[in-house]
């Protein structure tokens, strides 16, 4: 699924900015909070454009803590919760990238 495609379809399935909490009124931000896209090679960049991968957040939230570690420190037991465990690790082991313990950790840890 291309990224604009996704971000039509998270504002179809939420309402709710995923670091304030509050309503969003269709107007936001969609963020790759886990796995950037400096993160994986050119090849496989449309695979992060995935709901697993892709937070809403209203602009300013965005703006003000989307590149920090609280962000994802904040969104791992959400996502962990709203898709489970396992679907997360598959999603980032689907990736087949070299380094992926660190986000393998965050999600396990998020439980």
């Known amino acids: 699924m291309n990224r604009k495609d996704l971000k039509r379809k ?4 939420r309402d709710r900015c ?3 909490d509050h309503w969003l009124n269709n107007e936001g931000d969609m963020h790759e909070w886990l796995l950037k896209r400096s993160a994986v090679p050119k090849s ?3 695979k ?3 709901e697993r991968n892709c937070s809403l957040l209203h602009h300013h939230c965005h703006m003000e ?6 962000m994802r ?6 996502f962990v919760s709203r898709y489970g465990t396992e679907s997360m690790l598959d999603f980032i082991n689907s990736l087949s990238l070299r380094s992926s313990h660190e986000y393998i950790a965050l999600i396990v840890d998020a439980l």
Not at 65 to 70: E, P, R
């Open 73 to 78: 420190e904040k969104l791992a037991p959400i």
């Open 18 to 20: 995923d670091w304030c």
């Open 48 to 50: 992060i454009f995935d």
């Open 65 to 70: 803590f989307g590149q920090t570690k609280a």
């Open 10 to 13: 998270l504002f179809d399935e």
């Open 44 to 46: 496989k960049k449309n």
